[in-house]
C-alpha cells in the first residue's frame, strides 16, 4: 500500500497533494492556489486539515532548514527528501513568517461561519509571505545625508490609478529610505499603469537610476503595494 493510499483511507491529505499546493503558494501562482483547495475540499477535506497540514509541512520545513540528519523528527504529510528539495528555495525567515501566518488564520478559520473563504484569504496572505524578498540595495545619494538609512517596513499604500503623478511620486519618495531620497527627488511619473510605471529623468541623472533600476523597482513596488515594472525616459530637464 503506497502512502498516497494510506492517506486516501485515513482521510488526511496526502504527500503528492500537499507538495502540489507548497508549491503553488511558493510560486505565487494564485489561480493553482484555489483550485488546489478547492480541489481538496470538494474531495471532503476540511479548511481545517488543509490548514493543520501546511503547518505541519511548515514546521517540517523549518526543522530540515535548522538542522541535518532529522529524518525521524518529521511528522507532516510530506516526506523528508521532498522537504529538502522544497527547503532548497525557502530561507529560515520566509518560513518562518509562512507558520506564524498560518498560526493567526487557526482562530479565523474556527471561529468563522464560512471556514473555506477564510481558508482561500490564508493561502493568499501565505503566498505573500513566501515570496522571497530580496535586499534592498541603498541608492547613491547626490547629497551628502546625515540621516539614518532605515526604510519604513510598512509603507504606505498608494492607488497605481491616480491620476495626481505628482502625489504619487511624493508619497514614493516619503516611503523610501531617507538615503535614497535626493535622487528619487531627480525622477518624475511620466507614466503609470497598474503594473508599470514610466519615470522622467533628467539626462545627467539618468545612469545612476540605469544601474540601479532594480532597486527603485523595488521601492515603488513596496510603496504601491504591487508589482510594478519600473522603465526610466531620458530628458533635458523635468518640469517645474
Wanted: glycine share 2%; proline share 4%; aromatic share 4%.
Amino acid at each position: 500500500m503506497t502512502l498516497t493510499q494510506v492517506a486516501e483511507v485515513s482521510g488526511s491529505i496526502s504527500e503528492q497533494d500537499s507538495i502540489a499546493l507548497l508549491k503553488a503558494i511558493h510560486s505565487g501562482d494564485t489561480l493553482s492556489v484555489l483550485q488546489s483547495s478547492r480541489t481538496l475540499i470538494d474531495s471532503g477535506k476540511t479548511p481545517k486539515l488543509i490548514l493543520s497540514s501546511l503547518l505541519a509541512a511548515m514546521r517540517d520545513l523549518l526543522i530540515v532548514k535548522s538542522t541535518r540528519h532529522c529524518q525521524n523528527l518529521i511528522a507532516g504529510p510530506v516526506g523528508y527528501s521532498q522537504l529538502r528539495s522544497l527547503a532548497l528555495h525557502l530561507d529560515f525567515e520566509t518560513i518562518d513568517a509562512a507558520c506564524t501566518q498560518l498560526q493567526k488564520s487557526e482562530f479565523q478559520l474556527r471561529t468563522s461561519t464560512n471556514a473555506a473563504t477564510w481558508l482561500e484569504v490564508c493561502l493568499l496572505n501565505l503566498m505573500l509571505s513566501c515570496k522571497p524578498a530580496a535586499p534592498e540595495t541603498r541608492l547613491p545619494a547626490t547629497f551628502p545625508s546625515n540621516q539614518p538609512d532605515n526604510f519604513d517596513k510598512t509603507p504606505q499604500k498608494i492607488e497605481a490609478d491616480s491620476p495626481d503623478f505628482e502625489t504619487t511620486w511624493a508619497q514614493v519618495v516619503a516611503a523610501a529610505k531617507p538615503g535614497n531620497r535626493s535622487l528619487l527627488n531627480r525622477a518624475q511619473i511620466a507614466e503609470l499603469s497598474a503594473d508599470s510605471c514610466v519615470l522622467a529623468v533628467e539626462r545627467k541623472y539618468a545612469n545612476k537610476f540605469q544601474t540601479h533600476l532594480e532597486s527603485v523597482q523595488r521601492i515603488v513596488t513596496k510603496a504601491l503595494g504591487r508589482s510594478v515594472t519600473v522603465t526610466v525616459k531620458q530628458q533635458e530637464e523635468l518640469a517645474a
